[in-house]
């Protein structure tokens, strides 16, 4: 083998439910292969059990995922090792209801704000585009839009001529038929 552990290749030298984390993660970012019977250094150190693995690993990933891997098994000398190749997926996908990302050559679990943020690029949404129902225009704050139309001046002329918040706004699409 001899590759470094990258963004989209990541060795392990037995299976582990686990790894089902890491499927998830390639599916949500670029895509990527691990192999399973590979020492961190990119050894195959073969694997025990390669047609049961090949029989439970493929069914594990449409079960928990729904997403399908391409699933084989590979020889090197005299020692078996399987390759998960799983390619991105424009759904986001979970695991036990959790999302993770691929960064670098680990694996992260998406919390918070970074969670909200990769579920609306995956919906093909930006924060721009949601409406919050609980918002009214008595919640802008005047200073604050009176600030940025001295900042815009010179980028966004037509927004210094807007007297009226709610048709700033609206020129700006950030107020859409009266919802913020």
Excluded at 50 to 60: G, M, Q, R, T, V
Excluded at 98 to 107: A, C, N, P, Q
Aim: charged share 30%; aromatic share 8%; with cysteine.
């Amino acid at each position: 083998m001899a590759k470094k552990e990258s963004q989209n290749i990541e060795y392990k030298q037995s299976w582990r439910d686990e790894f089902l984390k890491t499927i998830c993660a390639f599916a949500n970012t670029i895509g990527g292969t691990i192999y399973i019977g590979i020492n961190d250094n990119g050894q195959v150190v073969g694997v025990e059990n390669a047609k049961k693995l090949l029989e439970d690993i493929p069914n594990k990933i449409v079960d928990l995922l729904g997403v399908v891997a391409e699933v084989s098994l590979k020889r090197e000398k005299t020692k078996d090792y399987i390759s998960i190749k799983v390619k991105p997926y424009e759904a986001p996908i979970s695991y036990k209801g959790k999302y993770y990302l691929r960064s670098g050559s680990t694996t992260h679990e998406q919390n918070g704000a970074e969670l909200q943020k990769f579920l609306l690029e995956k919906s093909g949404l930006s924060w721009e585009s949601v409406i919050e129902e609980r918002a009214s225009l008595k919640d802008i704050d005047l200073a604050t839009i009176s600030k940025f139309k001295k900042l815009a001046a010179k980028r966004f002329p037509a927004a210094t001529k807007e007297k009226s918040v709610s048709s700033l706004l609206e020129k700006l699409h950030l107020l859409i038929k009266g919802k913020l």
